[in-house]
Structures are given as structure tokens and as C-alpha cells.
């Protein structure tokens, strides 16, 4: 990419311009008043998703970014425009999205004068962001932005903020010398680990567990991970954000740790004498979520120092966590110790005995859900199952009764994207559309609550036309299950504190490109699925409300105390 010694008529084309020389097609966003990088985007043939909110225009570009593991674009324009995507930059930054926002600001002649819409933008991103900056001359624009997509990807990746000014997005731009390129990447092979205390804790260990984190998405090419935890006997749990990144399959995959762990995992969990975390952050929902986090040494491996904590003893590693495990799988593999290999073979027939189990108790849970009447939650994640054909993702909320999607093995296989320890509500409703975006060839179904598809619901139906093929299946408790299920936790009145509203489902959406059904019949339920599967997979979106009981939570919320019983 030269680009020497040319002219563009305005800073949005000359930013167009070298998205295009890095690979970027798509752009997500509600642009303000000037609608010049529309003309510019239709110039250059980059699509635009349009979007009636400003949240879900941030979380439809994350989840483009977290599934296609490349950057992705919002467009805002100012001053509300900007406070009103806050809280999708607070998720993009949590999740490790690489996502360039651009977004229109006052002149500079005018900062200070109570001008239209006026805010002092980089002050209130920069907490939210890995770079904010605004561009203070035409002459900026271009080195400004090959900044701003270096500062995107990282690594580590994140969210970065670009305010192009009202006098300088009109502006000439004019490239006088060679263009700046981004940093060429230099593919590192991983050679031998000098021996240290991460190491010896490893080859001391005889019953380790691997937390594998959001990190690792896009860094397990050839299952790395499965084949040092293998060589460990190692029983491998994800971080929420970190499923999708192994092989759920894989008979030493034990489901997600801490709060949405089944019983049996959990005594796994309790037994083992060394944590090896994997390019994650060790948040609340994993370190205090039901399941009592044994005293061992724990392992951190990250390349962000921000993700390594403090708060637990043992080798903290600050490197790409991929070379780390394969540094020490070679490491290994020259070890010749009958001892560990018994102790291996004795500990990964334990994760054996417990993955039958949780096995045995999700048939137990479906039979019992046959007897009940409505349609029961892991009755719906069967029905998914068996009906998907293909590469698939689930996209998900955080929400009362959509957390049966993160107990295994309620769901098991295909990609996975879901909410950081944020979890702001709509997230998965709009993230669907960024990832069927980045993913067209694999069945993309968003499994959220009644909230979050009203939270959505106007993009759902903007992006249905051009955009669609997502499937959504509504889970309808009326309003916020979990701030209910709190409410009745204290012994609060409902009538006072109505979170919820049980009854009619949301109001649903209309037009030859949307299927809207109502579920409730148990019988029928496996044919509506394929129904909605089919009209998604000509370009449709599918909704699909299902009407779920209060009680209807998944058991290892049940066993962590935190809702009423």
C-alpha cells in the first residue's frame, strides 16, 4: 500500500481509502447530519449496516469482530451520538474486540463555544478505549487513522476511538509522501522454555485443570490447548468468553467454570492441585461463582499485564498464551516419567467419570422436562441441537433463563460468542447481526431473553431486509427474570417491583423478510425449529418467542445460592 502523492476531496474518503488497503468491507453505524462516508463508502464499495441505536451499532461491529477475528468499523456521529455507544465501547473493551469507532465532531474554531452537539468526546472514551484521539488537521488524518487500526489489533486488540472534526472532514486531504502501512506482523516460532516456576508447577502437577479464556479465540489453530491439556490429563474449562475456543467434544472438556458449573465438574474443580489460566481474566462469575476455588498455585498466562491478577498465588507468565502452551508441550513431551504418566492416566479417568455424569443428568433433566407441561428451556437447546446442520454459533445473553446456554452439556459444539463480565442487555440481540455478518456460511441463532430482543428489536427489523439470517429464539419471562428472581429472594412485593410481566409475548416484527412464531406445543416444537432453520438459511430472519416458566433455571444456579429456592 503506497498511496504516495495523492488527493482526496474529504477526510472520509482518504479514510476509506486505506480501510479498503486493510482489508475492512464492512461498516456498521449510525452516522450524524453529514452523510459525505456514505458517498465515500459507496465509492469504495464497502457496505454499510445501518443501525437505529448507537448501542447496537457498537455491539453488532464487537460481535463481527470477536467471530471473524478481524476489525471491525462503527460510524456515530457526536455529542449524544458518541455518550450513547459508551456502553458498547465498556463491552468491546472487555471483550478484546478490535473495533474502530469514527465519529464526527464540532470545529475547531468553535470548541468552546456551546457549539452544536458539542462534548469533549476524548475525555469521556478515553476510559473506555485503548487510544482516543481527535484530529486536529487535515495533514493528521491519514497517519491519525493507520494509529488507530495499529492501536485496534493490537495485541493485545480493543476498541479505538477517531473524532474527525466538522472542518476537518470537509477538508482536502493530500498525501504528499508514501503512505504509512500498518506494523508488519512477525510470526515468532515458539522454540524451548527456559525452565522457571511455571514449569516446575506444571510438571508437578498430577491433577491440573486448564481455564482456557476469551483470549485464546482465534489463537488454538490445530487444538493446541487439547493437546497440552492431553498430555496433562488436564480437565479443560473456558472463562464464559473463552467457549468456542476449544473443541467441546473433546473428552477431557468439562463446560464453564465457577457459577454455570454442574456438580460434578464442580468436584473436579475442588480436587485438582494447580490452575493453568490461559490468556483470561479471572473475574467474579469464575473465581466466586458456586463453585469454591481451591487453595493451588494458579498459573496465569496473558499478554495484557492488565489481565494478569494479583490476588492468587503462583507463576504469572506475561506472553502470547498459544506460544506458551506450545513451548511447554515440547517441554514435556521429552519428559519420561512413568509416575506422572499413571497419575495423568488416573486423573483424566476422573474427568471421564465426571463428564458421564453431567451426561446422565441432562438425559434425567430432559426426562423430567417431558412430564412438565410448556415448553422447558434444555428441551429448546435439544431441539437446537439435533436441528443444526453445519458450522454453527450461538450468540447469547446473560440473563436468567438464557443461562441454561452456558451449562454444559445442555449445548454442545459450534462457536460461541457471548457478553463479558459487563453483560449490558441487548448485547447478544445485536452482536447476532455483526457475527452473520463475518460468518454467512455458518447458522447463527441468537438465544436471548424478551429484554433483550426490545432492546434490539428496531435494528432487527432495519438489517432484516439486506441483512438477515440470524435465527432468534426469544426466551419471554416478561421483563428482567434475574432482577425477579432477586426480588423474591428478599421477600419483596411484586406488585411494587414488577421486573416482571408474565403473559403475551413482545410484539412481533412484520415483513416478507421476518418469520415470527409463537411456541408453545411440545410436539410441534422440533418442526418449527427446522421451519425457521430453513427460511434463515434463504436470507430470512427467524423469530421465534417461546414462553418460559419462572422456575425454569438451569440446576447449577440453583447449587451457587445466588436465586431463591
Known sequence: MTRAGRRYTDAWSAIVDLLVANGVDTCFGL???????????????????????????????????????RLAVCALGKGPAVTHAATGLLEARESGAAVLVLAAGVPERRRG?????????????????????????????????VTALTRAMGPPAGPVFLEVPDDVRTAEIVVTGTCPTLPEPLVVESGPVVPGPALAAIRASRRPVVLVGGGMRHRNADGVVERFAGRLGAAVFTTASGR??????????????????????RELWSSCDLVVSLAGRLEETVVEGGTPWPPVPVVQVNLDPGGLSAEFSGPRVLADARHAVLSWSRALDEDRDAEHADATEAWAGE?????????????????????????????????????????????????????????????VGGGSIVPSEQTPLGFGAAAAIGVKRAAPGHEVTAFIGDGA???????????????????????????????????????????????????????????????????????????????????????GTAVLMVPVAPDDILPALHDAGVIPQ
Open 31 to 69: 452516522p450524524g447530519d453529514d452523510l459525505e462516508l456514505l458517498r465515500a463508502l459507496d465509492a469504495a464499495g464497502l457496505d454499510l449496516v445501518p443501525c437505529r441505536d448507537q448501542r447496537n451499532a457498537m455491539y453488532m461491529a464487537t460481535g463481527y469482530a470477536l467471530q471473524s477475528g
Open 453 to 539: 430482543f426490545l432492546a434490539a428489536r428496531a435494528d432487527i427489523a432495519v438489517t432484516a431486509p439486506a441483512h438477515g439470517g440470524v435465527l432468534y429464539v426469544v426466551l419471554c419471562n416478561g421483563g428482567y427474570g434475574w432482577l425477579d428472581a432477586q426480588r423474591a429472594r428478599l421477600g419483596l412485593d411484586a406488585e411494587l417491583y414488577p421486573f416482571t410481566r408474565p403473559g403475551a409475548p413482545p410484539p412481533v416484527l412484520d415483513g416478507s423478510d421476518i418469520h415470527c412464531r409463537v411456541l408453545c406445543d411440545k410436539a410441534a416444537l422440533t418442526d418449527e425449529v427446522l421451519a425457521a432453520r430453513r427460511f434463515c438459511s434463504r436470507g
Open 244 to 265: 468456542g475456543a476449544v473443541d467441546e467434544r473433546h473428552p477431557l472438556f468439562c463446560g464453564v467454570a465457577g457459577l454455570y458449573a454442574a456438580a460434578p465438574a
Open 351 to 411: 474427568v471421564a467419570v465426571a463428564r458421564k455424569a453431567m451426561a446422565l443428568e441432562v438425559e434425567a433433566e430432559l426426562a423430567r422436562a417431558a412430564t412438565l407441561p410448556g415448553i422447558r428451556v434444555a428441551e429448546l437447546l435439544a431441539a437446537l441441537d439435533a436441528t443444526a446442520d453445519g458450522p454453527r454459533v450461538l450468540v447469547q445473553e446473560n440473563g436468567l433463563q438464557d443461562m441454561w446456554s452456558y451449562g454444559f452439556p445442555f449445548r
Open 113 to 145: 463555544s456551546g457549539g452544536f452537539q458539542e462534548l469533549d468526546q476524548v475525555a469521556v472514551t478515553t476510559p473506555l478505549v485503548r487510544w482516543a484521539h481527535r484530529v486536529g488537521h487535515p495533514d493528521r488524518v491519514v497517519p491519525a487513522t
